[in-house]
């Protein structure tokens, strides 16, 4: 993603925390912006969120991941701070063309966390080495 473009949808998030903290709606106008700047998985994100579909998972030790759970029923472990997630779209839309600047579980996770919506789930310091891995959803 461009800084320019990221430091728009930082801005984004950022007005869509405030504004639904204060509210508890997301208004018109920033829907339409988030439609613009990430375009159709903006929608596939919020029902995402709408469906509750995102947990947030930490450990003691501090670590913490999101845990989506997409439309297929399968688990993507995402990263807010360093922008990833495992899911094929990721891969192919936002890191080999270039055409998205995040796939819907990623979106979601960041929506979900601005709007304070992430299921909290703690887990032990082992059982987030085995997320981290790649091995095990947080509840197994």
Do not use: W
Request: glycine residues 6%; charged residues 15%; proline residues 3%.
């Amino acid at each position: 993603m461009g800084s320019s473009l990221l430091s728009v949808a930082e801005q984004l998030l950022k007005d869509l925390q405030r504004t639904y903290s204060e509210t508890n709606q997301i208004p018109d106008d920033l829907l339409i912006a988030l439609r613009f700047v990430f375009g159709q998985c903006a929608l596939q994100a919020s029902d995402l969120v709408d469906q509750r579909s995102v947990t947030r998972v930490s450990s003691p030790s501090g670590r913490k991941a999101f845990q989506v759970l997409g439309g297929s029923g399968r688990l993507y472990t995402c990263f807010t701070s360093c922008h990833y997630c495992p899911c094929p779209a990721f891969s192919f839309s936002v890191l080999r063309r270039n055409e998205s600047q995040m796939c819907k579980h990623l979106l979601a996770a960041c929506l979900s966390q601005a709007m304070g919506l992430c299921q909290q789930e703690q887990v032990s310091d082992q059982q987030m080495t085995h997320i981290l891995s790649g091995q095990t959803g947080a509840s197994t």
